[in-house]
């Protein structure tokens, strides 16, 4: 998994929690048993569920293009956009919000500047409220 932590990039190898500890699936020996049992789920605080939201919604942006986005993407966005200003991230919801109406408006071409800002943002800020929730 690669993430942004404290300026820097970190690559983080992939493991599956289990009740016996963490194993690597692609290297740990076993005895062919395919069951996992489930970690508890970490409770996630709002600032970062919906920013994550809002991420994973233009993500899916990106990845169907602005030119051909389904109705149940675009209406991600809007509810992504909903979340973050019910969560105080005001100008976040802003230019998630541009996105969505420039998109509507005037096409993808134009809201490509939009999808731009929103992307950065909202990465800055996520990475900036996970490192905050870091220090002691």
């Known amino acids: 998994m690669l993430n942004r932590a404290h300026g820097r990039i970190v690559l983080d190898p992939l493991a599956v929690l289990t009740s016996t500890g963490v194993t690597v699936p692609d290297l740990a020996p076993g005895d062919g ?3 996992l049992t489930l970690a508890p789920s970490r409770p996630t605080d709002p600032i970062t569920a919906a920013l994550a939201y809002a991420l ?3 993500s899916e942006a990106a990845h169907h293009g602005l030119r051909r986005l389904p109705n149940p993407a675009r209406t991600r966005l809007a509810d992504s956009a909903t979340a973050l200003q019910r969560t105080g991230l005001h100008t976040a919801a802003r230019l998630v919000r541009t996105l969505h109406t ?3 408006r005037d096409g993808a071409t134009a ?3 939009a999808w731009v800002d929103a992307q950065i943002h909202l990465a800055v800020s996520l990475e900036l409220h996970q490192e905050g929730a870091e220090e002691p």
């Open 102 to 104: 420039t998109l509507d």
């Open 56 to 58: 994973t919604a233009l």
């Open 33 to 35: 048993d395919t069951t």
């Open 111 to 113: 809201a490509v500047p």
